[in-house]
Every structure is written in C-alpha cells, then in structure tokens.
C-alpha cells in the first residue's frame, strides 16, 4: 500500500500473513477416528510441534511479516515478524526432573517449568484382535512456546556518485528464542532465529 510523503519521499507497508486452519490427515480426521489409509489419526496438528525439530517444523497457526518503507535519496524500513504459539511434549523434561526430585527433593520445582506438567488426553489404540478403537486417559504433560515477535530494521543512503549504503539489524532488541524442553540438540526450536542480533553493512557502486 504506497503513501505519498512530499518532500518527505514516498512511504509503502507491506502485511503477509500466512493462517494454518489445519494441519493433519486428508479429510480432517478428528484425533482417535479412522483415516483414510485405515490408521488411527492424530487430528489437527496446528499449533503444535513434533518431538524434535529434526522432525518436523512448528505448525504454527499464524506467521505474519508487517514492513514499513520510506523511499526518497534516504530510504528506511522495519519489518515486525511475529509467530504464534505452539505446544510442545513436556514429557522427557517432567520424567528427569521427576527422577531428580527421588535424589534431591530440592529439584522438586522443576517439575513446574513445564506449562501444564499434569496434562492429560485421550490416547487411541486398536482393542487387541479386533478394529475397535479405545481411548485411554494418559498423563501428557505439554509446554507452550509463546507467541514472538522480532524487529529487523534498515536504512540506505543513495549518494551522488551512484553509489548506495546499506546498513541493518536483524532481531533490533536481541530478542531470545523461546525456551523448549523438547528441541532436537538444543535448547529452541531451529525455526527460530538463533539468539543475539545480527548487523551487516553492504557497499553497492553502479559505473
């Protein structure tokens, strides 16, 4: 959506947003029905992340990338890229910090740096023998990976001997990954950018 600015120059925003309504089996298979290849299915997966990013991305429900551009001899944008939350297994993470607390009380707390380290859901099976589908209350305990939000700003300048400076940030407030308990080999999800800001500088010469 360009603007005029004047003197000022000319001013443009730019919103892409992607929205996952659901991510699962051809047909929308609640969890615990049959799916189309005669398997139990796990339903709709938005919003949640597989055990370990090597395995599989977040399936967040909303990604979204708001950019604001000046555009005159100095030109300047910043973009605010944001990703909703998801829920992740806080299983591994509840077990040792249980096995923990039978050595040393005192890592009792743990337990709780888990979001819902109670949290219990129907898990479906096949009834031995047969094609009749069970349910079975297991204790699932999750953790959720809160929505975030990062600031990459720029600016150019245009000089007359056709030349043009280019300096940035990405990740402006050093804005941290969330925490996970789950990741594959490390402590984030890899869809994350890694820790810290990042600042470049680029030179461009026209002849």
């Keep these: 959506m360009p603007i005029r600015g004047g003197d000022s120059g000319n001013f443009q925003f730019r919103w892409d947003n992607t929205y996952v309504s659901h991510f699962g089996d051809v047909g929308k298979p609640a969890h615990g029905e049959l799916n189309g290849d005669g398997h139990i299915s796990s339903g709709n997966l938005v919003g949640q ?57 005192q890592y009792a707390d743990l337990i709780n ?5 109670n949290f219990t859901i129907d898990q479906y099976q096949f009834r031995p023998g047969t ?3 069970v349910a079975a209350p297991t204790l699932t ?5 809160g929505g975030t939000t990062y600031t990459h700003v720029q600016a150019g300048w245009t000089v007359p001997w ?12 050093d804005k941290h990954p969330p925490l996970s308990s789950n990741a594959f080999a490390n402590t984030f999800d890899a869809q994350y950018l890694i820790p810290g800001r990042f600042i470049y500088f680029n030179y461009k010469q026209s002849f």
Excluded: K, M
Excluded at 113 to 117: F, I, K, N, Q, R
Excluded at 162 to 173: I, K, S, Y
């Design 131 to 133: 094609t009749e589908i």
């Design 113 to 117: 740096l888990c979001s819902d380290p």
């Design 49 to 105: 992340v597989q055990s370990g990013s090597s395995q599989g991305a977040p399936h967040h429900r909303l990604r979204s990338n708001l950019t604001a551009w000046q555009y005159a001899d100095f030109t300047a944008s910043a973009t605010l890229e944001y990703r909703s939350r998801v829920r992740e297994s806080c299983t591994n993470f509840r077990n040792t910090a249980v096995a923990l607390t039978e050595i040393d009380p």
């Design 141 to 145: 305990p999750i953790n959720y990976l």
């Design 162 to 173: 056709n030349a043009e400076f280019t300096l940035g940030v990405r990740n402006l407030f």
